[in-house]
């Protein structure tokens, strides 16, 4: 995979970042159903550079130039059809895939945006990549109505001249027939004059007005018991009540992977850049220098006590009747597992947690251990259920690839999200995230990890209240 472009990245502007998220997460849904070729024409973002820059990637290989840049016009058109054609695939098989009505307006919101001419196109061996500008889309005019040429002789003339006729004819009509027009008056004057008014009010009109009362007395009672006996009860449904963590079998489950290797001993306190350089330099330190430079790097808040300090505080924010499960990544070869926890047991699992503390030797992040365990304790199929890795770096056990036991997970337990909280940034695993529907959320300071931490769990819809 290949970098073709880099732009600022401004942090401060929440809406792009926000259409970043959703870009990714509609790459994860047209991935799966869109050929190589058709896919190819949709470049990757990710985060660089401690996060200040917005990388733009693609699987092609080749030099990228940019199109508007291309002096050929023939070559030009060529490559211009060649991405008309990938568009007009991509919203063909869109119309076509199994899922949900909220997902296909998703993708369906996202369409004029790939189409936008404000996008920037690179090429790659004469096949288009579009690079997103996260602005508002800019689509060509639609083409000129085509209006047929007029002829004078319309349907609606020869109407129009019947009704004219026959309007004529009505005149002619009751201009010359005198005798038709007296009828009408005769008719009417008869009964004016032989219709009895006077004989009509000695009939008697008390009697009925006082029947009428009687259905009015009963009518009012009656209303006036029935919401008495009919009590309603609304229960809120911003809340999880008692009843509902012993009765709801089918409720969400959780399990939280959270790395436990040395390099969580790290500090939040220094950049990337100086631990690599404390990493490339303490062989050649003396011992009294790697120890005091180890104290340095490892001082608090270093990513374990904080990335504990705030996983126990989200344990709290996961509804009652949702139970949890933890994996840790230790040492090789494989992850250590514990059974689900119930909300009352939860200071069990917040125990466990807190205890964490890295192996002195053999210390390890069997990531793709732990990924794959934890979907086998899940159902992901008749329900959802919910992945939350905390990590700072990628499997450094296995030879497999985690991607491709990714795109497994994704096809056998569709319902299964995996969130990812990435310590140090580095973007190692974001496959895992990005073919699951999940997200993927940088935390490299004690601030980011407790509000990319929320993100990650009120992103899950898991966080309703316990009702009291």
């Given amino acids: 995979m290949q970098r073709i472009a880099r732009f600022m990245c401004d942090h401060n502007n929440s809406e792009k970042m926000s259409l970043l998220d959703q870009y990714n997460s509609l790459l994860a849904l047209l991935e799966p159903h869109l050929t190589e070729r058709t896919f190819s024409i949709l470049a990757i973002p990710r985060l660089i550079n401690d996060n200040q820059y917005i990388g733009w990637y693609t699987l092609l290989e080749g030099q990228a130039v940019l ?7 023939s070559q030009k058109s060529k490559i211009e059809k060649t991405l008309q054609d990938r568009i007009n695939d991509i919203e063909a ?45 800019i689509l060509p005019p639609a083409p000129p109505p085509i209006i047929p040429p007029k002829t004078f002789w319309r349907w609606w003339h020869f109407l129009l001249l019947a009704l004219l006729l026959l309007g004529l004819f009505g005149l002619l009509w009751y201009l010359f027939c005198p005798y038709e027009k007296q009828k009408p008056v005769a008719q009417v004057a008869e009964p004016a004059i032989t219709q009895p ?55 969400p489950k959780m399990v939280m992977i959270f790395d436990n290797s040395a390099s969580m001993m790290f500090t939040l306190m220094e950049s990337q850049a100086a631990i690599n350089k404390f990493l490339n330099t303490e062989d050649l330190m003396s011992p009294e220098e790697a120890e005091a430079y180890i104290k340095r790097m490892t001082r608090l808040p270093n990513r374990l006590s904080s990335s504990k300090k705030v996983a126990l505080a989200s344990i709290d924010k996961i509804q009652a009747n949702v139970d949890i499960a933890l994996v840790t990544l230790s040492s090789c070869p494989v992850a250590q ?16 947690i807190n205890r964490l503390k890295p192996l002195d030797n053999n210390s390890a992040t069997p990531l793709y251990s732990g990924i794959k365990q934890a979907s086998k304790m899940l159902d992901g199929v008749n329900r959802d259920d919910y992945i939350l890795v905390i990590s700072d770096g990628q ?21 299964l999200k995996i969130n990812i909280v990435d310590i140090a940034g580095k973007h190692k695993i974001d ?6 529907g999940g997200k993927v959320y940088v935390a490299q300071s004690p601030a980011q990890i407790v509000a990319q931490m ?4 009120s992103s899950m819809n898991i966080s309703k209240p316990l009702c009291e």
Avoid: H
Avoid at 68 to 73: A, F, L, R, V
Avoid at 96 to 116: C, D, H, N, V
């Fill in 395 to 415: 499997d450094n056990c296995a030879k497999a690839n985690i991607c491709s036991l990714a795109s497994k997970i994704a096809t056998q337990q569709p319902r």
């Fill in 337 to 352: 597992t514990t059974p689900f926890y119930s909300y009352d047991n939860r200071s069990k699992l917040k125990n466990k």
């Fill in 197 to 251: 008014v006077e004989e009509k009010k000695p009939e008697p009109v008390v009697e009925p007005r006082k029947e009428e009362v009687e259905p009015v007395v009963k009518s009012t009672s009656e209303p006036t018991s029935e919401p008495t006996s009919k009590p309603t009860v609304v229960a809120p449904k911003s809340c999880i009540a008692r009843e509902e963590i012993v009765s709801n079998s089918d409720a």
């Fill in 431 to 436: 496959c895992v995230a990005n073919k699951t």
């Fill in 93 to 137: 098989v869109v119309k076509s895939m199994p899922i949900t009505a909220e997902q296909q307006g998703f993708i369906s919101s996202w369409l004029p945006r790939i189409k936008s001419l404000g996008n920037p196109i690179y090429v790659i061996n004469d096949e288009p990549v579009i690079i997103n500008n996260f602005e508002d889309p």
């Fill in 67 to 73: 199109l508007s840049e291309i002096c050929n016009q």
């Fill in 454 to 457: 929320n993100s990650a769990v």
